[in-house]
Structures are given as structure tokens and as C-alpha cells.
């Protein structure tokens, strides 16, 4: 019999409204059932929103550094359970413990980051125009916000937005993504056990199209952050609109590493193979495209295709597994597609594309590190987000073309160039259109410290990570002091 686990509304677990559940399960092995999970309803939205906007009304008169310290002992209970963790998201989502381990202590580097930024937090003071006043502004935090969030990074996703945003007194309402609700609980045990007050973060469980849903459109929720695909992500900014809400949007990327003729090909190698099939290519800053100079093409995708070859494939908690599984039936079923769509429109499929059988593998939803050439920029594959082990190997003939092909794609999250050349290595890192740019390191391992984000239709011009994140989860307070005793009119009396 699976365990059952429940919400978290108000400091209390509690099931869902109708008492109807999910199933979780192992994406490696899918006949395991990890838990069964509460499947919302707007109801248990509207009380969780409820609890969360009781809670901000003391939550945000905490002096900045004592929710830090809460933080502080999140952090430390995330450092103790550490591994405990990172094996039960390989679980729940596939990708290999060094992996998960990496996952939570994205969620560790994020806590501790942002409890010491509640000793910072800055304002900005000015001169004032008229005499015998003064001028200040700072920051104050939005209210309750929503946090929905996907499966492919569950611990490091939502610390990135609950952190932050509890360090500058927000209170939310939290969406896990259903292949991954199992980690969320861990999260909010550690939170409640580091002594955050009840109601500052609620947790509810269920289906984007009901409990994700009532989040964009509580009148309660002041601001909502999305991570996700960006066909549901336009739906949530359709109602966040429409309820005239704060919104930060993480959507899809096609990330693409440009190879020049003097690049350290071995170097470039090893980024690509992380980039493009560590977490079996199912991140937002995967390397989806490779851009090679003509001059190195034929060897690079020689030694590519021979390492890619060698990469294991199997579950993620067995030792010395490069790859895991895909997370469920449809996302395979997805890859499948637009590996037979690249065939069709004429590419070159040089390795894998094909269900991963045999075994163990059986029982999963593995699927071959794929890798198509003579790939050109109007091809689908080349154009649009596929979330998972498949590479695209264009070709360019400058770093001009390479930058063209790089921008001519709606997304623009991350990117990377290889190049010993200092100069071409900034022109690039000035002239790619994305959030990011890597100079000879692959497209994906953001740093907590640093923003994240990216450009064009990835997202909506905010950052999550570093000090970035903080502007989106607090409003400006402006504040004049007039001590002249007297009325001073502003652009009048002057
Ligand atoms: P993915 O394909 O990566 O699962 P989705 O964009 O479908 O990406 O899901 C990301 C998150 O958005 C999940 O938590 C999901 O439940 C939620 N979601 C899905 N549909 C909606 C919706 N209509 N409104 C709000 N959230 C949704």
C-alpha cells in the first residue's frame, strides 16, 4: 500500500477538499508507486489563499534578518538531508544522484544566499529639491504570492522563488508540478521545522488546469511566478493579465554551443555531452543545438558520436548512470514526434533515435541520446523546444553566421561559445541573444548568486537568482520626510 501524503494549508496537513488523489510514479520504473498525493480543488486554493494573506499581515513586520535566520536553519536541515533528498527526487523524476544531489544544493546555495541578503536589501536615498526634506525609497514586499513550478528541477525551482521571496516577507501559495510533488513536501517539512510561522507557505497539491489555474486568478494572489512550457505559460499570463498581477515568466529555450576552429575540441566535447544529455536533456538550458565551424565539423561529430555512445543509460540511483529516463509516457511519446519529424524534413540521424529497450530499461521511459547533422535553421528540430537527449549539429562558416543562426530562433535563454580567440568570445558574449552566454563552459550550471533568466520568448523581463530576484518580489516604497514646519509644493516652490 503506497503512502498517502497531503497538503499544507495554514501549518496544517491536511488532504484535498473532495478527498480525490494521484498516484506518483517512478519514471525509471514505472510500476513503482512512490505516494499518492491530494488532487485539489479551487477550494483548497481559496483556503490556502486565505492563510496566506492572514499570514503576511505579521509575516511582513518581522525584522528582514530574524526571517533570515529561518532561512539559516532551513539551509541547514536541506545540508543534514542532503542525500536523504536527492535519492527520493531520482525517484520521483529519473535524473542520477550526482544530479539530484546538485538540485538540492542549489536549493542549500539559494538559502543561504538569500538569508544573508536580509542584512542588505538596499534602498536609495536622494537629495531632495526643496530644502528641509528628505527623500527615501525601499523596498516592501508584493503580499501573497503564487508559485507554480515543473518537475525538472523540484527543490531548486521552487527555493529559487519560496527563499527569496519569504527574505523580503512575501507568503505563498505553492504548486508543485505532479510528476515531482513528493519533494515539494520535503521542502515544506524543512520550512515548517526551521520555524517558519504557519500560513507564510501553503502547499497544494493537483493539476495545473484546476489548482494552477485558481492560482492566476485569485484575487488574493498579488503576484505569481511560472516555470514551465511556454504554450501553458501564455495562458498564465493571459489571466495574470487579465487580474492584473505581478508576473515572472520562465518558459522554453533552444539553446545552441558554437564551436570555432580554434576551440579545445576535447573541452567543447565534454560540454556538449552535458549539456545536451545530462538530465537526459530535459532542462531549460539544455544544449539543443551545436553550432560547428565548416573546418572542425567532420572530426567533432566523429568524437561526439563515439563518446555520446558510450554514455549509460539506466536508473538514476545505480552507480555510474550518465543518463536517466524521460519523465513520463507523453513526454517520450513528444520526442518520438520530433525525432520523426526531423527524419522526414531531411536531417541526418547519426545516433540513437529510438526508444532505449533491453533489461531494466524496459520498465521506463528511456529514451537513446539522439544526435541529427546536416540540420539547417528552418528545420523544426532546429527551431523548436523538444525537453529532451536530442542534438541538432548545424554548421556556420564564421562567427557571424554562428551568432545568426544562434538568434534566429523565438527563444533566448542560454548559449555558449567555444573559442581560444578573446575577441570573438566577446563579441559573442555581447551579440547573442540570450539571458545568458558561457564562454568555453557548456549552456547549462547556473551559479544561485547570479541572475537567471532569459530574452525574447523564454520569458517577460524578469530574473529569478541573485540579487535580481529580489525586484521581483518586492514594490518600491517611495517616502518624503518635510521637516521645514511649513508647505513645500513640489516643481512650485522651488
Ligand atoms: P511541462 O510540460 O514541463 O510539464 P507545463 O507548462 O505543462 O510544463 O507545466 C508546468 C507547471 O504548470 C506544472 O506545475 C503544471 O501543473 C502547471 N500548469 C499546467 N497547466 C496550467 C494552467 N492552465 N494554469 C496554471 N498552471 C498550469
Known sequence: MATSFQNFIGGTWCNSSDGKTFENRNPADWNEILGIFPLSTSSDVERAAQAADDAFR?????????????LLRAAELLVRRKDEIAAIMTREMGKPLTETRGDVQEGIDTAFYSASETRRMFGINTPSELRNKMNLSFRIPVGVCGLITPWNFPMAIPSWN??????????????????????????????????????CVNLVHGAGSTVGEAITKHPLIRAVSFTGSTATGKLVAQNCGVHTKHLCLEMGGKNAQIVLEDADLDLAIEGVLWGAFGTTGQRCTATSRLILHEKIHDEMVERLVSQASKLRLGNGLETGIDVGPIINEKQRKNIERYVAIGKKEGAACILGARVASGGNLDKGWFFEPTIFTKVTPDMTIAKEEIFGPVLSVLTCSSLEEAIEINN????????????????RAMVAARDLEAGITYINAATIG???????????????????????????????KSVYIDYSGKLQRAQIDI
Not at 58 to 70: D, F, Q
Not at 449 to 472: I, S
Request: proline share 7%.
Open 408 to 423: 534566429s530562433v523565438i527563444y533566448g535563454l542560454s548559449s555558449s561559445i567555444y573559442t581560444r580567440d578573446i575577441n
Open 446 to 476: 547556473a551559479e544561485a548568486h547570479m541572475p537567471f533568466g532569459g530574452v525574447k520568448a523564454t520569458g517577460n523581463g524578469h530574473r529569478e537568482g541573485g540579487w535580481a530576484v529580489f525586484d521581483f518580489y518586492t514594490e518600491w
Open 162 to 199: 519560496i527563499f527569496p521571496g519569504l527574505a523580503a516577507g512575501n507568503t505563498f501559495v505553492f504548486k508543485p508540478a505532479e510528476d515531482t510533488p513528493w519533494t515539494a513536501n520535503l521542502l515544506i517539512e524543512i520550512l515548517d521545522e526551521a520555524g517558519l510561522p504557519k500560513g
Open 58 to 70: 505579521s509575516w511582513r513586520l518581522v525584522p528582514a534578518p530574524e526571517r533570515g535566520n529561518i
